[in-house]
């Protein structure tokens, strides 16, 4: 079976539980719940995987509110992991859109799974993994101290935001481990260029290997940057971290982004994002030298950045 084959696979699959989907992320959206505290999302959320039959789905993975499900086998080919988040911000809810970034995660799951399934040969494993406390907080650290990371070949997560741009990825693997801040002025010269690090951590010049397009418009770049705790993984882990519209013109963690993030409007851009994604990930899973590639521009790129933290 052909990579185009399984990618219209993992697409038609996305697009068969859209409803499904877009339940989800509704009810994740109605129920706002704080870091650490995301009882309904973690319940909802592996209820959905169960039901879809994913293999060893673990509830209350190393913290009370973060999961794991997954299918396939890591001795057979890459083991991608697909990040969800789902907690929301004091007062205005889900401003961060994480009910959105939960459903691409589900979505991305659903895709890979189908093609792992239909596919002639076995290619490897995916694993959906929940991940709390975005906000605020950092969950994925307690995670990566946790060694939950250590089985993956490549991380896989979308943020999501207003701008009218495609696609860009924030700083995070640009600052040191820990690090988290909202305002990155004082990083002038690692923001420009961030969406070409987020393209060589991930072996791929600006995205093109993986038919994927970042922004490289510098203004763009500033403005919607910011900290995320999927900065700290991408120092163990090759990451990517790409954004993606959601028809809005509200910045987040504004009162407008809440509504944008719960509106209709925000679903076409939503599974396109997760079929952009999963067909990312096939690329991987069929083309062996892509994961050697990868994996040889992390290393790189990792020994750079421990060289610079020690100036």
């Given at each position: 079976?052909?990579?185009?084959?399984?990618?219209?696979?993992?697409?038609?699959?996305?697009?068969?539980?859209?409803?499904?989907?877009?339940?989800?992320?509704?009810?994740?959206?109605?129920?706002?719940?704080?870091?650490?505290?995301?009882?309904?999302?973690?319940?909802?959320?592996?209820?959905?995987?169960?039901?879809?039959?994913?293999?060893?789905?673990?509830?209350?993975?190393?913290?009370?509110?973060?999961?794991?499900?997954?299918?396939?086998?890591?001795?057979?080919?890459?083991?991608?992991?697909?990040?969800?988040?789902?907690?929301?911000?004091?007062?205005?809810?889900?401003?961060?859109?994480?009910?959105?970034?939960?459903?691409?995660?589900?979505?991305?799951?659903?895709?890979?799974?189908?093609?792992?399934?239909?596919?002639?040969?076995?290619?490897?494993?995916?694993?959906?993994?929940?991940?709390?406390?975005?906000?605020?907080?950092?969950?994925?650290?307690?995670?990566?101290?946790?060694?939950?990371?250590?089985?993956?070949?490549?991380?896989?997560?979308?943020?999501?935001?207003?701008?009218?741009?495609?696609?860009?990825?924030?700083?995070?693997?640009?600052?040191?481990?820990?690090?988290?801040?909202?305002?990155?002025?004082?990083?002038?010269?690692?923001?420009?260029c961030c969406a070409q690090g987020a393209a060589i951590a991930t072996g791929?010049?600006?995205?093109?290997?993986?038919?994927?397009?970042?922004?490289?418009?510098?203004?763009?770049?500033?403005?919607?940057?910011?900290?995320?705790?999927?900065?700290?993984?991408?120092?163990?882990?090759?990451?990517?971290?790409?954004?993606?519209?959601?028809?809005?013109?509200?910045?987040?963690?504004?009162?407008?982004?809440?509504?944008?993030?719960?509106?209709?409007?925000?679903?076409?851009?939503?599974?396109?994002?997760?079929?952009?994604?999963?067909?990312?990930?096939?690329?991987?899973?069929?083309?062996?030298?892509?994961?050697?590639?990868?994996?040889?521009?992390?290393?790189?790129?990792?020994?750079?950045?421990?060289?610079?933290?020690?100036?």
């Open positions: 079976m052909s990579c185009e084959q399984l990618k219209q696979i993992a697409c038609d699959a996305i697009d068969d539980a859209a409803k499904d989907l877009h339940d989800t992320s509704q009810k994740l959206w109605e129920n706002p719940e704080l870091a650490y505290k995301e009882v309904f999302a973690h319940d909802i959320l592996t209820k959905f995987l169960e039901e879809r039959n994913f293999e060893n789905v673990i509830r209350h993975y190393h913290t009370k509110t973060a999961f794991c499900a997954s299918y396939g086998e890591k001795s057979d080919g890459p083991h991608i992991a697909v990040m969800c988040e789902y907690d929301a911000l004091p007062e205005i809810g889900h401003a961060c859109g994480h009910n959105l970034i939960a459903e691409v995660g589900l979505a991305v799951g659903i895709g890979l799974k189908a093609a792992l399934e239909r596919s002639n040969k076995k290619l490897g494993k995916v694993t959906v993994l929940g991940t709390p406390a975005e906000e605020e907080i950092g969950g994925k650290v307690d995670l990566i101290n946790a060694g939950v990371y250590k089985d993956y070949d490549i991380n896989n997560r979308i943020y999501r935001r207003r701008s009218t741009c495609r696609r860009i990825p924030v700083g995070g693997q640009q600052m040191k481990p820990g690090g988290m801040v909202h305002e990155l002025e004082e990083l002038d010269a690692k923001v420009t791929c010049k600006n995205g093109q290997t993986l038919g994927m397009e970042f922004e490289r418009d510098e203004k763009i770049i500033k403005k919607f940057g910011g900290s995320t705790d999927m900065g700290n993984v991408s120092h163990v882990l090759p990451t990517i971290h790409p954004e993606f519209h959601i028809g809005s013109d509200f910045s987040s963690h504004t009162k407008g982004f809440t509504v944008a993030a719960g509106d209709e409007t925000a679903q076409s851009y939503t599974l396109s994002t997760a079929k952009a994604m999963a067909m990312a990930a096939i690329d991987i899973y069929t083309d062996p030298t892509l994961l050697t590639k990868i994996r040889e521009e992390f290393d790189t790129n990792l020994t750079r950045r421990n060289r610079l933290r020690q100036k």
